[in-house]
């Protein structure tokens, strides 16, 4: 099968034409004949560029370039860069923009330098694969392509005197590891010069010169494939000035440096025009399996500028409200046994910690050894498992949707792992055996082949459906062994070449190869349109990891006869993650923001948003309105000073009225319709806003605040008193009316992905949830002592109420959730009982101090937070923060009825350091009040939503009850439960 391409796709086509619109009108007059070869001739009009670029951009809408060459750049030819999606051809259009540029201009000498193996095999397989698309389309225009080689140095020659069409693929480690170093190559010993890499040392072969030279000589035009990856460093920069270009041309999805970019095709825009495949997300999360002695190495190295290294474990810790996980830094010596109350630790005691990279680890003294990210006692590999079922049976339905619809489309899932050896590796014997991946893959595939749903798709081998690519050590010419490597070794280069020749076989459907399992060969450079299922079986390492192996199956798919398919109902990609969506979808959205830079956030509203509105079929608003729109919508205070939506832009509200210019009235629908893109509201947002909350340190002159605080700044404590019977007969009861205890669960969920301009979000679910439970322990533990110790009651006493219970069956399928569940309801008996034998007496000499309220670096939530607007004018204050953080829409209207009122002496949200001891939790009221109404009256308030105590929690109530049982105790203060801002004050 052989790809096919289509030249009239018009997004590439305005990509290609917005390149050679920049050279429009400038004369290719010279000689093209000099010294070494035939070089690129192109007559250089700064200011005419300028003008075309700004034209362009104008039309592109795309900022502005104030000049041609920034202050402080590094080089002295111009630079123009082309942003391109991931999966949106980007290769193709720089390509075939080499051929526009030969066939308008008469260019002939171009280079494509790239950052790595991967990216460099991929380029030389497109050439090949393009190769006639290419002479169809240009009368059969002659052109070569080749790789720079050391040892192949005739290349270099042919380039130079070649009067045809030549592209060189070049590796920017090939000339950059001297010519980054050296200033002057005039100054060099003739032993340095030895060092030097061979295109930059003289050649009996060249008549005495030096590689680079015919290159320098020819002006070649330079395409620099992911250039945040090329020239990213001063280094790099030089090396690349060392070429001598007429001018360079950048090609990447994510640019970090935009040089006068002239096209611009985003994720958002992609994905919105459907020129990507749409994204899943089927994530599979577990629960913690608390039934064993849990250690996970979370983190291993050197911090700072420390010699000796050091590492963190998660390991469980009980504690009242269940078992949690609890980081540890281990260095030397530790023992774990020391930093938890839970049994199983003993013999965790730090031997060593190994932080070679690549190679870091921990041993105990127990001799378990532990890696980066693995764990022990939990399950991970439950997880693997369900990760595997999960990519197989995506696989398989989309296989049966295709059927069913009569389209031929091969379809592909790819498998990231962790390490080789977990999918294959060869025996002493050198022998090739399965590792675990590999046979969960084929128990996964086996058993779902077989489900009646599937009966109709082709039967096919479980051993030839799938295969891996990895760097292979040869002894004598037989394979011996497959090791991880990092994607960039020379091992891999083999790997990338056969990933690059099988490219078009795997998409036949006679070649039963399905599923594709990679170490690192796969990270970059690589992709398949026909890959509809991406499984990581391994952590998220690099901020960039989400998106680099999402960019490996985001083009759209083919058909049989190499089409490409537009569908938007079958190009959709599904992620299977050991993940919430939330937490991927975040973190992806992270991952975009870091890669597209330039401060770009999702939400945020760029200056010229409103350049494309129109007045009429033929006047846009362009750049320069915009501008002024944005910063007029900015001093109304729709948009803060960086461009994010306020809440002052509320457009459901049905009395909201956008105030604009008069010239931008009559625009204002599509002036909001442009606003509101930007909000999503399924967007999975960052942390919100935070404000400095100042202290009003003149409250404390205030006297009815210093009498307020006399009353209620007493401590007190608690007695109680219950009945044991009594006890045991409400908590047997509440065990065996208690929520079902399940098995540790792996719960799945699929769901649709949507990408906007607000941000990367969930747009349905595909399908329902689903629940699998597995096997989680092996002994059971002492039940009733782990009870007692979280309760504190006899081993009698709670040896009846399990005895009544009836629910034992349940401890058996999951002991630790058992205990937790059981305690908890035990406890809530308790705390039932106790406050109706509760007494408060006071805490002679114990006293809140005033001086707390002066808190250091106190912070509120802009979103949910009232701004004191008249409480702290004139001569009194009325309140201490100019802040007040409101957990309710009635805490709201409280504080903005309570702010400024005439007859409100005092008042405050009370402090979260201010509580009362209860059996059940400290307990924090909401407000202190001083009202004078014909006298002075001191008020504690509890502002609820409703007055029902069967509508409030059981914990709510209780705490409630032990709050009138303390202000009783401390004597003339009124305290009471409000439902609104009238019973606040009400007397």
Known sequence: MKLKFNPNLDYQQDAIESTLSVFEGLSTAGEPYRKLGIANTLSWDADKVLGNLHRVQEQNFIEKSPHLFEAGDDYPFPNFSVEMETGTGKTYVYLRSIFELHKRLGLRKFIIVVPSVAIREGVLSSLAMMKEHFRSLYDNAPFDHYVYSAKDLSKVRQFATANTLQIMVINIQAFQRDAGDVESYDSLTPEQIKKLSVIHREQDRMSGVKPIEFIQDVRPVLLIDEPQSVDNTAKARRAVNHLKPLFALRYSATHRNPYNVVYQLGPVKAYDKKLVKQISVASIQSQSNVNQTYLKLSQIGYSGKAKTPSASVVIFEDTPNGTKEKTVKLKQGTDLSDHTNRSGYQGYV????????????????NNVILEPEQDKGGIHDDVLKAQIRQTVEEHFKKERNLQKQGLDVKVLSLFFIDKVANYRYYDEYGHVQKGKLARWFEEAYSELAASSLFSDLPKLNVEQVHNGYFAEVKKRGKVVELKDTSGTTASDAEVYELIMKDKERLLDQSEPLRFIFSHSALKEGWDNPNVFQICTLREFGSEKERRQTLGRGLRLSVDANGDRVFDPQVNRLTVVASESFEDYAKNL????????????KFGRVPAIAFAPLAFNDTETLGQEKSRHLWQALKAEGYLDAKGDLTARFQPDDMYFQLQVPPEYQPLENEIIDRLRSFMFAGRVQDARKRTAV????RVELNPDFKALWDKISQKTRYAI?????????????????????KPVTLTIDHTQAKLTEAGFGSDRQISTTKERYVSSHEILPDLIGALQERTHLTRGTLLTIIRNCKRLGEFKTNPQGFITEAARQVQKALDELLVDGIRYEKLAGEHYKMELFDEPELEAYLDRSYQVQHGNQGDQVQTPYDYIECDSHIERMTAQALDGAGNVKFFCKLPRWFTIPTPVGDYNPDWAVVLDEDRKVYLIRETKTTHDSDKRRLKENLKILCGEAHFEALGGVDYKVATSVAEVTAV
């Open 350 to 365: 730090v031997d060593e910690i190994y932080a070679e990279p690549g190679a870091e680890y921990v041993r105990f003294a």
């Open 721 to 741: 008193q219950f009945d044991t019977q009594q006890l045991i007969d409400l908590a047997s009861h509440k065990l065996q009316n208690m929520p079902v205890v």
């Open 694 to 697: 100042s202290y009003n340190k």
């Open 589 to 600: 959205q992270t991952e975009m923001e870091k890669d597209i830079g330039g401060g770009f």
